[in-house]
């Protein structure tokens, strides 16, 4: 099994070897260019242009690979492979063509059953190399029985198992590439067995292996990957500390499961112990996360607990850094020990209250549900966390995934009732409560259940009801008693259940939770001076000092209406715990009590001491506005924007200048914003670039309308892309994004409503009569001052090309044409009347750049029918019938080329040369009418009718077009019989349309086959009088050229 350049010598050997390296791996263009090096030494080689085709296949430039494939379709070695490659080519495009795939179905079968064994091995190479395992085996074994020595065959066979996902098969590969390197050195064979001794732990084996490769073939790089690969033998430090980790392993699960138990005194002394044996290696994430769980089981060290959680998180990542997705990379990882982290964490998370701790919790989870999505528990705890924060709807989408992994999972039911309850959905939310115990009767089991089932019954007024479901769980230390102080029953049971969930939570995390509640309890009852009283006993060091804080403030302002008292709070929690946020608070109350001038000092005082902060800024910015001074929040904006870069803070300004009516200025800084977003194509840039496109549109609107729809046009493509990549990236925001695009779709058809020019609309229609009418003058008169509008410069320009066209001004109507297809250049209407123009002007040679500037658009346009249509006309201009028929061929089933396209295709069919039907020639092809010339026109005239048989027009035009096109086919054969019956047609068609130009040119010509020149030119002389239109250009050149050939022949006959 040889061909030209696959096994000729070693080298080239490698070389194919090297190839079949880079494919497997998916680098597609080292593939092509390794193909196109070898082509450069063996041009025409149809194994190298297969390998460059799969290159291009892989970077889904697919009519590249199409034509490449194509081009090698015919040699009997690639036959077979080619085929099924263009079969694979075809069903990943968008459009597939139904036709061409059951054309390479049927050939398959034909090809398949004459296959020599080199067109097996590659059309199996390539059936591996799209991972078809088991077809690549079904190919492969067809081929060793064909020949059955083949050490190619074997070889591949090997490496077909090797990389099989099913570790029985892979096992089973040794055997075949031991058989394929047997007596030779095949490079990639020996590759494979080095990869399998790999798979198999064996690091000796497959550097012996390796070292094989590397030594017959020393610049074989894909072998010194490998060898890189391999763990080093002799590292004693590494296995020390690998050992010492490893013997660490059951003391550390011995103290874990003594504070499980409860014995935090020998947990800890068992610690302190290990701490010594560690010093030596350094400190270890997971003694740190035991010495935080004993601090948290140890009441009242909720700081120390948290510290140490931070410090084992930052240990644990700390050891990641650099790490590329890989198996270490995943060990590493550790999602479980992860998830304990975050598990301790939420332990000193409030219910109710937003904590900072969430934002760690968060960060933790992350890299473990991006990595490991289908992981429950992991997956579970990240919607708990958007719960606690607030985040509803990101939690619901989280929670939506784990019911879809899990619908018995009862935590998960639990919170999505939760959501709804904190929605306000109490319907659904009794419904998910059902639902869950539908999945899982365990539902009822859990106090949850029956405490939220319990609120949603008081949030409907059903008391009585939520009094007795409370009462069921009223023991259970998970109770939330403080709810009951909201119902309707008697205030003293209120009042006894919360003193006893005071004594069951004294001394923990909770109390201080119980405490508000019990806050909110008196309030209820109007006792405003006990709920102070309560607020007051909570000191600085306690872990609700803020919030009791922000409580009492609430109570001096809403229910005492003491503004002093209000913002002494909060200057006391300054005091106390001084700090950026604390200062956010008090400047926050200042604004609440309308003294923004007090407010910007506290947040002056507070940006000075962290610059960076944007929440800030936005903060000291509104102040400003709230006092009028525009120009300092300007001011403060630009500078806060130059330190952070921040694009909210761009929109603010923006959004504030636009207030200003300083439109020039808004524009200038949202530009700036949209450039620094234009690199960078992450979800959030996105939607940054989507708000600053819609600013601009705002701000266009009052000095720019022209430019309003095409920023909202930008907007909603965006906004588009965003909803095609958030269901996998960021599901959680498909509910607000998809808000955000019909709002976009409003403002679009908003302002095209209002901005409808109808004086403008009607000036372009009057120029068309007048271009229609040949007033040219009056046209060119109308068009003038549609050229200076934006919405009506593209029809304006076209038109008045159109006018100078029939000017003969070429020069001025191609500028005119360019200037449109350089700002739409997938504007095939306009493509094809510029191919035209620049056949008439006898410049056909410069239409390839507007191609190519057509393809840069997208790497769909190749694919689009009018796009193929343009190049079929192209190149049947240029000479070339047979490419733009395959052209032609790809826009017959478009419904607005496809009509066109087809006409085109029968006349190519009938006439491939081009000549003057009816003129010299005539006598010429008759003279010189040998077999194979009749053969060639016969089968011209086939193709042509098998066309129009599956030509199906709609219309009472189409009809006529599809009459005129079968009786052609009648004339081109040349017989007498169908020559008169398609001239009985063509005068029907004329007497039914009077001056109908296809038919008298079509009548014409049939007179001059029957050799009736006198009626022939009769006809051509109605034609003559016809005033030249772009529209009937074509039949009446043709018309002209065979009445100029008639005098020819008169003059010559006369000679």
Not at 613 to 619: G, N
Not at 890 to 902: H, L, M, P, V
Request: glycine share 4%; hydrophobic share 40%.
């Amino acid at each position: 099994m040889k061909t030209a350049w696959s096994y000729s010598r070693a080298a080239e050997e490698e070389g194919e070897a090297l190839i079949i390296y880079y494919s497997q791996e998916k680098y597609f263009r080292h593939v092509q260019q390794a193909a196109s090096m070898g082509l450069e030494r063996y041009s025409n080689d149809p194994v190298l242009q297969f390998f460059k085709a799969y290159g291009a296949l892989g970077e889904d430039h697919i009519h590249d690979a199409i034509s490449e494939l194509e081009s090698i379709q015919s040699h009997p070695d690639m036959s077979l492979c080619s085929v099924i490659a263009l079969l694979y080519a075809h069903k990943c495009c968008d459009t597939i063509d139904g036709e061409a795939v059951q054309e390479l179905e049927s050939s398959l079968k034909e090809i398949r059953r004459t296959a020599s064994d080199t067109a097996l091995y590659y059309a199996s190479l390539f059936l591996w190399l799209v991972d078809r395992h088991d077809k690549a085996r079904e190919y492969v074994d067809h081929m060793l029985k064909v020949c059955s020595g083949s050490k190619e065959g074997y070889v591949l066979r090997g490496w077909v198992d090797l990389t099989s996902n099913k570790p029985h098969v892979v096992k089973k590969s040794i055997k075949y590439l031991e058989q394929g390197t047997q007596d030779t050195k095949d490079v990639l064979g020996l590759m494979g067995k080095a990869t399998y001794f790999m798979t198999q732990q064996n690091f000796s084996g497959a550097l012996e292996v390796v070292n094989q490769v590397t030594v017959a073939s020393g610049n074989f790089l894909p072998a010194l990957v490998l060898k890189m690969r391999l763990p080093p033998l002799e590292l004693p430090g590494r296995w020390l500390c690998c050992l010492l980790s490893f013997l660490l392993v059951p003391p550390t699960g011995s103290i874990w499961c003594q504070i499980l138990q409860g014995q935090l005194e020998e947990a800890a002394h068992q610690l302190e112990f290990l701490k010594e044996v560690q010093q030596s290696l350094g400190k270890s994430e997971v003694l740190v996360f035991l010495q935080a769980l004993v601090a948290s089981k140890k009441q009242k060290l909720e700081q120390e607990a948290t510290a140490l959680l931070k410090e084992a998180v930052e240990l644990h990542f700390s050891s990641m850094q650099g790490l590329a997705l890989s198996p270490e990379y995943f060990e590493k990882l550790d999602p479980l020990f992860l998830v304990c982290i975050a598990k301790e964490y939420l332990h000193f998370c409030p219910k109710q209250l937003v904590s900072p701790l969430l934002k760690q919790v968060a960060m933790i989870l992350s890299p473990v549900v991006k990595v490991a999505p289908a992981m429950l528990e992991p997956l579970y705890m990240t919607a708990q966390v958007k719960f606690l924060s607030g985040e509803l709807e990101n939690a619901q989408s989280t929670l939506q995934r784990c019911l879809e992994l899990d619908p018995t999972l009862v935590d998960a039911h639990l919170l999505m009732s939760q959501i709804y309850l904190a929605q306000g959905n109490f319907a659904m939310c009794s419904h998910c409560l059902e639902l869950g115990v539908s999945h899982n009767f365990q539902v009822r089991e859990h106090p949850l259940y029956h405490f939220v089932k319990a609120r949603a019954l008081n949030k409907t007024g059903d008391y009585t009801e939520a009094i007795k479901t409370l009462k069921m769980i009223i023991k259970l230390p998970t109770t939330k008693a403080e709810e009951n102080r909201k119902l309707r029953g008697p205030s003293h049971e209120a009042t006894k259940i919360m003193q006893d969930a005071i004594n069951e939570f004294s001394g923990t995390p909770e109390e201080m939770r119980i405490t508000v509640a019990n806050v909110d309890l008196a309030l209820s009852k109007g006792n405003v001076d006990l709920a102070l009283s309560m607020l007051r006993g909570i000191t600085p060091k306690q872990p609700c000092y803020t919030e009791a804080k922000e409580k009492m403030a609430s109570i001096y302002l809403n229910t005492r209406k003491d503004v002093r008292l209000y913002i002494a709070c909060y200057m006391e929690l300054c005091e106390h715990l001084p700090g950026p946020h604390s200062s956010l608070l008090l400047g926050d109350a200042f604004m609440n009590i309308q003294e923004p001038e007090k407010a910007l000092e506290v947040y002056d005082e507070a940006y000075r001491k962290n610059p960076h902060d944007a929440s800030l800024v936005s903060r000291i910015g509104q102040a400003y506005m709230k006092t009028h001074q525009y120009a300092k929040a300007i001011n403060y904006y630009e500078a806060a924007q130059k330190i952070s870069g921040q694009d909210f803070l761009c929109c603010e300004l923006a959004e504030l200048l636009l207030k200003l009516k300083k439109y020039h200025k808004a524009e200038k800084v949202l530009k700036q914003a949209l450039q620094r977003d234009s690199g960078v194509k992450d979800i959030p840039s996105m939607m940054n670039e989507v708000k600053c496109l819609l600013l601009l549109a705002k701000v266009y609107k009052s000095y720019k309308k022209e430019e309003v729809a095409e920023m909202l046009n930008q907007a909603l493509d965006i906004q588009s892309r965003i909803l095609k990549r958030a269901p996998l990236e960021q599901p959680e925001l498909i509910p607000f994004q998809k808000q955000l695009a019909a709002s976009i779709c409003i403002q679009i058809g908003e302002h095209y409503l209002t901005e409808k020019d109808y004086d403008s609309a009607v000036a372009l229609e009057l120029a068309q009569l007048y271009l229609l009418q040949g007033q040219l003058d009056l046209c060119e008169q109308r068009c003038g001052p549609l050229l200076e509008m934006e919405q009506t410069h593209d029809r304006a320009a076209v038109m008045l090309a159109d006018l100078m066209f029939r000017k003969q001004n070429y020069e001025t109507a191609i500028s005119l044409y360019r200037q449109v297809l350089e700002k739409a250049p997938d504007n095939f209407l306009v493509l094809n009347k510029l191919i035209d123009l620049l056949r008439r002007s006898g410049k056909l040679e410069k239409a390839p750049a507007f191609f190519e500037l057509a393809k840069k658009v997208s790497s769909r346009v190749p694919l689009e029918p009018g796009f193929n249509y343009c190049q079929g006309i192209y190149c049947w201009h240029i000479g070339q019938p047979n490419e733009a028929l395959r052209f032609l061929n790809k826009a017959r089933k478009d419904s607005t080329w496809g009509q066109i396209a087809t006409c085109y295709m029968v006349q190519i069919c009938l006439n491939p040369d081009n000549e003057i039907v009816g003129g010299a020639f005539e006598s010429l092809v008759a003279d010189s009418n040998s077999a194979s010339r009749k053969e060639s026109h016969q089968h011209g005239v086939r193709t042509a009718e098998k066309l129009l048989r599956e030509f199906y027009p709609h219309s009472a035009s189409g009809q006529t077009q599809l009459r005129l096109l079968q009786s052609l086919c009648l004339l081109a054969t040349r017989e007498k019989a169908n020559v008169e019956v398609a001239l009985g047609a063509f005068i029907e068609m004329a007497q039914a349309e009077q001056d109908s130009i296809p038919a008298l040119l079509a009548m014409a010509q049939a007179y001059m086959l029957l050799k009736q020149v006198p009626k022939a030119r009769t006809q051509l002389k109605r034609l003559a009088k016809v005033p030249w239109t772009l529209d009937e250009a074509e039949d009446l050149e043709k018309s002209w050229l065979l009445l100029a050939d008639i005098y020819c022949q008169v003059l010559l006959q006369g000679l």
